[in-house]
């Protein structure tokens, strides 16, 4: 095709050189009007000078994003938690920007923290910021069309009751094959409750089969330990970011949004040590302690420890942070030949 292209090409260049000198034809609509208006006056018939060609057709545009609500409850679970009778407050599975029926595509799963007592999930920041975060990137050309899952549930006294990611996967894929796509792999993460806090959340990560796993701002305590070193069992990539929270680690520290916390309390028990940071960092300063970049020493397992400010404002600061470098370093890199 590029031979024929170039061909043609060269064959105008001639045309339009030839045109210049006696006996040429003309090379352009006005020249050629021009000649056949001579020629019809001379009486012969002029030969019909095509239209330049229309421009190419620009290609279609991708499927828009679809946001499609689901109600669906863990098995085990009582019905309270999950009872979301306005699709407003359901689970939402997202069909990014470009994913099209028929094609095969990354899902990310993302766990939102402990929301208060009452809240309604609509009001939830997590899932919208979440959201925002993979639009913006599959738009700027960092990650490709993605499908995006967002379950929720109700806080009333216990993270992620009875959560199973296994049996959210399979209710994932019965609605993935209702609009004719089909998962490439899957990746999760968490946020702040979603792990170590109790509950189930991302403390049985590995039962969703994931190509990788983050940890952002979550509890620190026991169940992040079992959590992790079962990952890194199975030798699955698994990205740690904290910046403020403190939750769950023993002794119990006076706030728990703590910006001066050092790390490396509750980094050693996870098995990770300092390393030199890597080239590739977050999208914000990390803090100036010995721990702020980590890892075990097969590199499974990576930590930093991101500074957003103090307080709650930066335990949520940090969401979109650690988003971006998850699906950056971890997701984007894996859809890449």
Not at 41 to 53: D, Q, R
Not at 220 to 235: D, E, N, S, T, Y
Request: with cysteine.
């Amino acid at each position: 095709m590029r031979s024929a292209l170039l061909g043609a090409a060269w064959l105008g260049w001639v045309a339009a050189c030839s045109g210049d000198g006696a006996g040429g034809q003309p090379t352009t609509p006005a020249a050629a009007a021009t000649a056949a208006s001579a020629a019809s006056a001379a009486g012969t018939v002029a030969v019909p000078v095509p239209p330049p060609s229309a421009a190419t057709a620009p290609p279609p545009a991708p499927s828009p994003v679809r946001r499609i609500p689901f109600a669906w409850k863990p098995p085990k679970a009582d019905d309270a938690p999950y009872a979301m009778a306005d699709e407003e407050d359901q689970h939402h599975l997202v069909l990014g920007a470009g994913v099209e029926r028929g094609g095969a595509y990354p899902v990310v799963v993302g766990l939102h923290g402990q929301p208060r007592r009452g809240e309604a999930p609509r009001t939830y920041a997590f899932p919208r910021t979440v959201e925002a975060v993979v639009g913006e990137m599959v738009e700027r050309g960092e990650l490709g069309p993605t499908v995006l899952v967002l379950p929720v549930f109700r806080y009333l006294g216990v993270d992620w009751p009875a959560f199973d990611l296994a049996e959210l996967r399979t209710k994932v894929e019965a609605l993935l094959a209702e609009h004719g796509v089909r998962a490439t792999s899957y990746f999760v993460f968490g946020h702040s409750g979603a792990a170590g806090c109790g509950g189930d959340g991302l403390n049985r990560a590995e039962r969703l089969g994931p190509a990788a796993v983050g940890f952002f701002d979550t509890c620190v305590g026991p169940g992040l330990v079992q959590a992790i070193g079962r990952l890194r069992k199975l030798a699955i990539p698994t990205l740690v970011l904290h910046s403020v929270e403190t939750a769950g680690f023993v002794p119990r520290q006076k706030r728990e949004y703590l910006a001066s916390f050092d790390f490396g309390q509750a980094y050693r028990p996870l098995g990770l040590a300092p390393v030199t940071c890597p080239a590739r960092l977050p999208d914000a300063p990390l803090r100036d302690q010995p721990y702020r970049c980590a890892a075990d020493a097969a590199g499974v397992v990576r930590a930093f420890v991101v500074d957003t400010g103090d307080g709650e404002a930066a335990h949520e600061a940090l969401v979109p942070v650690a988003v971006r470098y998850f699906l950056r370093e971890l997701v984007a890199t894996a859809a890449r030949p």
